[in-house]
């Protein structure tokens, strides 16, 4: 079983290297190694106790760690709101009152706020909740980006991921003459589109 994300890229992210805040949300839409299985995933959405405080040390307990390079530059919050988003990514079916638990103990993460939005109107998606923790992925001296999880506002059902540029700044520097990307800008947005059994990791149907 895998989860099957549709990646948009703004005209601002593309033609340079991905940043490490790309490939973690590549990396939680189960383009790498070093993410649970759908199996586990499935297993810990399962065993999760309904305390926010015991399920979050379960999660950390059996998360894998990211091998993304600013991993080590993260708050102990943004860490487990990274481990989170990964077993929402990564699992094929959240029960409603799984959905809700894994939503709380997101939301109950230190700096943890939401925001309603619609990340691609022009394409027709429902109004959603982004939910993030204080702080940016530093993939650059001069970049500073947050990491958004998606939520259905009634059912809590995860929807996807976002990236949102933290501050303003200028791709590749200032002096590189490079375009300037506004504070609040949508860089990327990687929407779940459906789960689908393959053979194996990679195969498309």
Not at 35 to 63: F, G, H
Not at 84 to 102: G, H
Request: hydrophobic share 40%; proline share 5%; with cysteine.
């Amino acid at each position: 079983m895998v989860t099957l994300l549709h990646l948009l890229v703004r005209p601002e992210a593309r033609d340079r290297p991905l940043t490490n805040s790309v490939m973690c949300l590549s990396r939680l839409g189960g383009w790498g190694g070093d993410t649970l299985s759908p199996e586990q995933a499935d297993a810990l959405v399962e065993d999760l106790p309904d305390d926010t405080n015991a399920a979050l040390r379960m999660i950390r307990k059996r998360s894998i760690p990211s091998r993304v390079t600013s991993a080590w530059r993260l708050t102990q919050a943004q860490r487990d709101f990274e481990e989170v988003a990964e077993v929402l990514a990564m699992a094929t079916w959240v029960p409603s009152d799984k959905r809700k638990l894994l939503y709380r103990i997101a939301g109950e993460l230190d700096g943890a706020r939401a925001v309603e939005t619609i990340p691609e109107p022009d394409r027709g998606h429902e109004r959603l909740l982004a939910l993030a923790v204080d702080g940016n992925y530093r993939d650059y001296s001069y970049e500073r980006n947050t990491f958004q999880v998606l939520f259905d506002p009634e059912t809590f059902a995860f929807r996807g991921f976002r990236l949102v540029a933290g501050m303003g700044y200028y791709v590749n520097g200032k002096a590189s003459g490079g375009p300037y990307v506004a504070k609040g800008t949508v860089l990327a947005t990687a929407m779940r589109v459906t789960t689908k059994v393959v053979d194996k990791a990679g195969a498309r149907t």
